[in-house]
């Protein structure tokens, strides 16, 4: 693993401010026009990229926008090694470093920044974790296929049974969370890689007692690249739901 060198040290930069991580394999095409518009959001916002070696050139093209701008970060990390991996690195990093807030966004247009303003808000309102939420208020997807949709909507419905947890969207990727929930898991316990890594967030910090809540989006699928979902990924969340309830019900989460 490395990191790029215009990263700065673990020197805290401030309260208020907040952090969204970016994880990417493969997204050279998408990278460049979408952080631009994820730091027009807000000042207080930065953007740091986890690549996971990525073929195509994502990791160059992230080294060479930090190189022009102070406001954007980037971790290299060794091979493919998962989502809920690349996450749990970036939260380390800017936890160390003082962001208040930090917050998962997808790089391949499908969560639309415009919605930054309203997670932030929202989590300087009254809730610890606040989703951007596909279901909160309907269904808000866009050029999914209905099996897809159909398998989306069923997985949460599916996990909030299962879980129990008060979120529509449970497995949404886009969210915002205060520093202090996340200084609250330990992530060495936290064992799902895919689609369940969202789940198991939620679950845990529901569970701590903080307060999780849902803004509403609109989710645009994506326009270039290749989607990460896998039949493998659908198979963990079938189980590893379970494995949650079971473990809160005998204290070891």
Request: aromatic fraction near 10%.
């Amino acid at each position: 693993m490395s990191e790029n060198p215009n990263v700065p040290g673990t020197e805290p930069i401030g309260r208020g401010r907040a952090l969204v991580v970016m994880p990417t394999y493969n997204e050279a095409g998408n990278l460049a026009s979408i952080v631009p518009v994820v730091l027009d959001q807000d000042p207080r916002i930065d953007v740091l990229v986890v690549d996971d070696a990525s073929p195509d050139g994502t990791g160059e093209v992230a080294d060479r926008m930090a190189s022009e701008n102070p406001r954007i970060h980037v971790i290299h990390r060794e091979g493919k090694q998962g989502l809920g991996s690349a996450y749990l690195r970036g939260f380390g990093w800017g936890l160390e470093r003082g962001y208040e807030y930090l917050l998962e966004m997808d790089s391949d247009h499908s969560h639309d920044p415009k919605y930054l303003p309203a997670l932030l808000q929202a989590v300087e309102g009254d809730l610890d974790l606040v989703i951007g939420s596909r279901y909160v208020s309907g269904v808000n997807v866009i050029n999914w296929p209905m099996s897809r949709l159909l398998l989306s909507w069923f997985a949460n419905k599916y996990a909030r049974v299962v879980t129990g947890l008060p979120l529509s969207d449970a497995t949404a990727g886009f969210k915002c969370f205060r520093r202090e929930v996340l200084e609250a898991i330990d992530f060495a316990k936290v064992g799902s890689t895919g689609y369940t890594f969202q789940i198991e967030m939620d679950f845990r910090a529901w569970k701590k007692g903080f307060r999780v809540g849902e803004v509403p989006i609109v989710f645009v699928d994506r326009t270039e690249g290749v989607s990460k979902m896998s039949g493998a990924i659908v198979r963990e969340a079938v189980w590893r739901v379970w494995a949650l309830r079971f473990r809160s019900l005998f204290g070891r989460l």
